[in-house]
């Protein structure tokens, strides 16, 4: 199996997402002590951010967004937040509201989601902002795929159209119900 190969095979199984499950919660020594960053995210972070350059400079633009989006869909399925908000996306847009401070505009003539991230610094426990590069923000584009899906139970289409790693202040993707 060649590199290419490897790296389809591992990033379409999430295995890139799944590093998070061997990582347990950093503890303080004393309660009074702020705990300290885990040096093994910090590590994955780090490792992570190198394969997706690597992925990115030796992969098609297309198979490498397919790979990621797989890998995001991943992610939204271990959440099961769109199937706890099955034909509810209002609640979905509230749930999503209060917890992250993402908005959401629908326009229901046009089938058309504005999905808008709050700002600040990307919410994905994978990224290192000085390395990942925006092409990781193809796995957010899976993660809103697979979510608008199981919400409204019918195919969508996603669009990025802003990303924190590519340089904005927040993450923007247009939802289209097909």
Known sequence: MDRKEFLKTACGLGVCGCALSLIGPAAPLLAAEAPAEDQRLVFVRYQLAKMLGYLAADTPAETC??????TGRECAKLGQLGARFKDDPEGYFASANQ??????????????VTVTVAAGECGCPLVDARRTPAVWCNCSVGYQKESFEAIFGRPVQVRLVESKLGGAERCIFEVALT
């Open 65 to 70: 967004a397919g790979i990621l989006e797989q």
């Open 99 to 112: 917890n992250w401070g993402t908005d959401f505009a629908w326009d229901k003539e046009k089938g058309i």
